[in-house]
């Protein structure tokens, strides 16, 4: 009579053979683990491990070259940054407004430019693809177009003012048009986004409440208000989450439009471009990783509150 093996079941319900060694079945156990492990070594390699360097460097008073000796000096770093009034506490105002003032008018213009597309009509399509070409070209391209375009002297901005008998302006260079100047540029490029971002959610919305709504004599503005906007304010939270991070974080369309003609870094400096005159001018390289760090903890601090925000408005 023949005799029949059975096969014993992993946790996972795979078959094993009964003369698996140990350490295959340990594997099939924790497969969904190994399988992801490449990647959690690589996001290790990228961002953990460069993280945990600069927060070294920051508690040291490392200069001149990251390779020549340098003393652990604790927290002293952080009390001088953060007791610098003249550059760091102005260039977190600077990162706070320029990030709000951006993303308030990305938002309130993607969300004037999703509800015109979510309605069809003629040649549709071909407005979505115009909307979004500023997304197409890299934030340095477009820094040094808009460089060119504000320029003092050749600029066609200034051009365009002269037509109409106002005097040039110094839009990238002045104390106080530089930072507008920028913020529009940014909302120029990055208003494209936010629409995609709206307009996704929007035709995800169902068509029911919106009938109800017209049935009951609801304008259109009462119908956006209790009925679109409820509907919808997940993904707006999203879109906030996303594009504000980003925001924060702005360095290239800043850097792009300085130059000749585009004055100093002073009128723009954020935080990111401080940092940057920190290592790359002054190579102060213990300060600089200083401010990171608490630039980093800034943003963390920043998404934890959208993300908190968000949950709330799912409940």
């Known amino acids: 009579m023949a005799t029949v093996t059975t096969t014993r079941r992993a946790p996972g319900g795979v078959g094993v053979m009964p003369d698996t060694p140990g350490w295959a079945r340990w594997a099939n156990e924790h497969r969904k683990w190994l399988f992801a492990a490449p990647a959690m070594v690589f996001v290790a390699a990228l961002i953990v491990i460069p993280l945990g360097w600069t927060a070294w460097l920051s508690l040291t008073d490392a200069e001149g070259s990251v390779r020549a000796e340098s003393e652990f000096v604790g927290f002293q770093n952080y ?18 407004a320029f990030t709000v003032v951006a993303l308030l008018f990305e938002v309130v213009l993607g969300m004037a430019v999703a509800l015109l597309l979510w309605r069809p009509f003629k040649g549709q399509k071909w407005v979505r693809v115009a909307i979004l070409m500023p997304l197409v070209a890299t934030p340095v391209a477009v820094g040094m177009m808009w460089r060119l375009i504000f320029d003092p002297n050749i600029g066609l901005a200034n051009q365009v003012l002269g037509w109409v008998g106002i005097g040039p302006q110094p839009w990238l260079a002045g104390q106080h048009s530089a930072l507008p100047t920028t913020i529009f540029i940014d909302v120029w490029q990055w208003t494209p986004m936010v629409v995609l971002i709206l307009l996704a959610g929007l035709t995800s919305l169902s068509d029911e409440p919106q009938e109800a709504a017209r ?7 009462q119908r956006f208000r209790h009925v679109t906007l409820p509907l919808l304010m997940p993904t707006v939270i999203v879109a906030i989450l996303l594009r504000g991070i980003d925001a924060l974080k702005t360095f290239d369309i800043l850097y792009a439009t300085k130059g000749r003609g585009g004055g100093s870094f002073h ?40 993300t908190a925000r968000r949950k709330g408005a799912r409940r």
């Not at 790359?280 to 934890?304: K, P, Q």
């Open 215 to 221: 049935i009951d004599g609801a304008s259109a503005w």
């Open 79 to 96: 009390l001088d940054v953060l007791s610098d009034t003249d550059r760091f506490w102005p260039a977190v105002g600077r990162t706070a």
């Open 267 to 306: 009128e723009v400096e954020t935080l990111n471009v401080y940092a940057y005159g920190l290592s790359f001018d002054y190579n102060e390289y213990g300060v600089s990783s200083t401010v990171l760090i608490l630039f980093f903890l800034i943003i963390i601090g920043a998404m934890w509150a959208l």
